[in-house]
């Protein structure tokens, strides 16, 4: 089975796409279409830092609203928030 790459909004060249739409409705289907399995790896960790960072439920429909507009803010360039006083792991 060959490998489906798109040009990655994110990350600005050819790269393997995801295999199926990682969220339901419109966004899902663009960042499937747009975004690259490596840039939504990328997401995944911001997302996971903002979750615990800012005490966020993923079954809350607030918390998933605002998940998901940060998603496409980072994922497609917006203003994306960052957790107060948050220090990044070092490599």
């Known amino acids: 089975m ?3 790459t798109v040009h990655c909004h ?22 499937y279409d747009n975004i690259s399995r490596e840039a939504w790896q990328k997401w995944l960790q911001h997302q996971t830092m903002l979750i615990n960072e800012k005490r966020l439920s993923p079954i809350d429909p607030e918390h ?12 497609f360039g917006g203003e994306v928030d ?3 006083g948050y220090v990044p792991p070092e490599d």
């Open 10 to 31: 994110y990350l600005e060249r050819e790269a393997e796409g995801l295999p199926r739409p990682p969220l339901p409705g419109e966004l899902g289907q663009r960042i």
């Open 64 to 75: 998933r609203k605002y998940l998901e507009e940060q998603a496409e803010a980072f994922l």
């Open 2 to 4: 060959s490998e489906r």
């Open 82 to 84: 960052e957790a107060e």
